[in-house]
């Protein structure tokens, strides 16, 4: 049996349907090109890296090459003269650039799609994909889960595999261990889940990982360092992008041993755990009845509130795509919803405005953007 409270149909699977638009309503030839890059930078990371490439290209990066090419010559600025220097400038100019000028009521101007350390897609990037007409990146994330869903036919059983992935991107061998959350009865329905680690991620035969976030991480100079002696910082690159500084990234060795979660998951689960452990931590604290809602990327209804209240958790940094995605999800039957994001939001300059003002009118007077430490308290407001 299909297991009822995480499988049913969803309202809207479009990001921005709701919310008035995907990145087929960008307007001017800039912007439309950053939207098209942004699709072409996951598509070729998440093959290849982007790294290296040789002739022919794919055929939607020779499109967008082309499409770049025409519009400098429009603007009158020098083209770029091959793949790699588009995916340059994609490391170097920014939704701001006037090469783009991609409104700020979307992306905030400073963002890039291809990480400066990293040399892979920014979470700018793959949030951007996710507002594409069909949900990118994010949708695939809610393909597996439904999957894994229908794989383990009852709710206790899906719960424990979901809460596994979450904590879990990275398997190495010494993870497959009881003492470690590891179950045969688990792993056997998530396993497809998986992928070896890429060549791209690995540095002198080692790889690294964020203690943070627990995600893969890379030094500027692509070269291993000695246990201890690599702090993250401005010349690191983890997934998660916003972690502290100073924390000494984590040596993996035998990489060729190692497992990784698939990237869909690996942005819109792992990295929203914390956020949503925290979250569902303090409505336990409060002694607040939650259960999960269909999708399973952390939405909850309060069982034992005299209104239809609605917790979503999401860990995003482009508040203006958050909007999009919470208004193409959102039930009109829903009297109020809490949209919980990272303690770090409250420090981002124009976060909260930014998303309020992407709301339709129809969600403005009913959504709250909070974080865990604050959840309880805007319930108790109610």
């Not at 006037?98 to 409104?103: K, S």
């Amino acid at each position: 049996m299909r297991p009822r409270d995480f499988t049913a149909p969803r309202a809207s699977s479009r990001p921005g349907a709701a919310a008035g638009g995907s990145s087929a309503g960008v307007r001017g030839t800039g912007p439309e090109l950053f939207c098209q890059l942004a699709r072409v930078v996951a598509r070729l990371a998440g093959r290849q890296g982007l790294r290296s490439f040789t002739l022919p290209y794919p055929l939607a990066a020779q499109l967008a090459l082309d499409r770049a090419v025409l519009h400098c010559l429009e603007i009158g600025q020098a083209p770029p003269r091959s793949l790699p220097e588009l995916l340059e400038w994609c490391r170097h100019r920014s939704a701001g650039d006037p090469l783009f000028q991609v409104p700020r009521s979307l992306i905030t101007p400073e963002a890039t799609l291809v990480h400066r350390v990293g040399l892979l897609p920014t979470r700018t990037c793959l949030e951007l994909t996710s507002w594409d007409p069909g949900g990118g990146e994010e949708e695939e994330a809610r393909r597996m889960l439904d999957d894994l869903a229908t794989r383990c036919g009852h709710e206790e059983l899906y719960r424990r595999c979901r809460q596994f992935l979450a904590h879990h991107p990275v398997m190495r061998q010494e993870d497959r261990d009881p003492r470690r959350g590891w179950r045969p009865a688990v792993w056997s329905r998530v396993k497809s889940l998986y992928e070896p680690l890429p060549e791209y991620l690995k540095v002198d035969g080692l790889a690294l990982q964020c203690p943070a976030c627990d995600l893969p991480a890379l030094p500027s100079s692509r070269k291993a360092p000695a246990p201890g002696q690599l702090l993250s910082g401005p010349d690191t690159w983890c997934e998660g992008e916003h972690c502290p500084h100073g924390l000494p990234l984590e040596l993996v060795r035998a990489p060729e041993q190692v497992l990784l979660l698939r990237r869909p998951l690996r942005a819109f689960l792992t990295l929203p755990r914390a956020v949503e452990a925290a979250a569902l931590d303090a409505l336990r604290e409060a002694e607040m009845d939650f259960e999960p809602l269909p999708g399973g990327l952390g939405a909850y209804r309060l069982t034992n509130s005299h209104e239809n209240c609605v917790i979503r958790v999401y860990d995003r940094v482009q508040p203006a795509l958050l909007a999009a995605r919470y208004a193409s999800e959102a039930a009109p039957s829903t009297d109020r919803t809490l949209v919980v994001g990272p303690e770090r939001l409250a420090g981002f300059p124009g976060y909260r405005s930014a998303f309020i003002s992407a709301l339709p009118d129809f969600l403005s007077d009913r959504t709250v953007l909070t974080t865990p430490s604050a959840l309880v308290n805007h319930l108790s407001d109610s």
